[in-house]
């Protein structure tokens, strides 16, 4: 029997070349990218700042949308951006960490940006509780749940970790979270 998605193979041009495995970061580039690079391209050019007005600002939305049947979810709930740093410095920028609630509860295997983006917090305040990992490819659990206390207010997590692909019990520290008031940005990228 033949794997049907073999038939994609032939969008990605560097598949031709050589076995390409980074998709966390830049993935293979599909054959109709360079058209629509050049579609960005042109109106960039012709249009100016005007492109903003012209479509540019719905892009986002346009493709949350297209994901939004795909994940379950409403159209219009999906707010997409350019990497999931940037997406969490937006959530995490709606906290306060001058009160008692300053915490931020994370691991050391964190992908590098994230980890970088939450000790910039230290100077509105927030008190950064770093996790180690007991091997460098895995978290403990229950040391993250017995971190997670009324003093936390976030815990930024990732589903699997970039480094391994170890994925983490995100159930159970989504359920301590809430459970002490909470929240967990989850990256599930």
Same mark, same amino acid.
């Given at each position: 029997?033949?794997?049907? /998605? /073999?038939?994609?193979?032939?969008? $990605?041009?560097?598949?031709?070349?050589?076995?390409?495995?980074?998709?966390?970061?830049?993935?293979? *580039?599909?054959?109709?990218?360079?058209?629509?690079? +050049?579609? $960005?391209?042109?109106?960039?050019?012709?249009?100016? !700042?005007? &492109?903003?007005?012209?479509?540019?600002?719905? !892009?986002?939305?346009?493709?949350?949308? /297209?994901?939004?049947? !795909?994940?379950?979810?409403?159209?219009?709930?999906?707010? *997409?951006? +350019?990497?999931?740093?940037?997406? *969490?410095?937006?959530?995490?920028?709606?906290?306060?960490?001058?009160?008692?609630?300053?915490?931020?509860? *994370?691991?050391?295997?964190? $992908?590098?940006?994230?980890?970088?983006?939450?000790?910039?917090?230290?100077?509105?305040?927030?008190?950064?509780?770093?996790?180690?990992?007991?091997?460098?490819?895995?978290?403990?659990?229950? &040391?993250?749940?017995?971190?997670?206390?009324?003093?936390?207010?976030?815990?930024?997590?990732?589903?699997?970790?970039?480094?391994?692909?170890?994925? +983490?019990?995100?159930?159970?520290?989504?359920?301590?979270?809430?459970?002490?008031?909470? +929240?967990?940005?989850?990256? !599930?990228?």
């Amino acid at each position: 029997m033949t794997d049907p /998605l /073999l038939t994609w193979r032939k969008e $990605f041009p560097i598949l031709d070349t050589c076995t390409y495995l980074v998709s966390h970061s830049l993935g293979a *580039m599909p054959r109709k990218t360079a058209i629509y690079l +050049q579609q $960005f391209a042109d109106e960039w050019s012709t249009r100016g !700042v005007r &492109a903003w007005n012209e479509g540019w600002w719905d !892009v986002g939305r346009t493709t949350g949308d /297209l994901l939004a049947s !795909v994940l379950g979810v409403q159209r219009g709930t999906i707010s *997409m951006h +350019q990497n999931v740093t940037v997406a *969490m410095a937006i959530i995490a920028s709606c906290h306060r960490f001058d009160g008692p609630r300053n915490r931020i509860v *994370m691991t050391d295997l964190e $992908f590098p940006s994230n980890l970088y983006l939450f000790e910039g917090f230290r100077r509105y305040g927030a008190d950064i509780v770093h996790l180690k990992s007991p091997d460098a490819m895995r978290t403990d659990l229950q &040391a993250i749940l017995d971190a997670i206390d009324e003093r936390t207010a976030l815990v930024p997590l990732s589903y699997v970790l970039f480094r391994s692909a170890y994925i +983490q019990d995100a159930a159970a520290v989504i359920e301590k979270a809430h459970r002490v008031g909470a +929240q967990v940005i989850l990256d !599930v990228y």
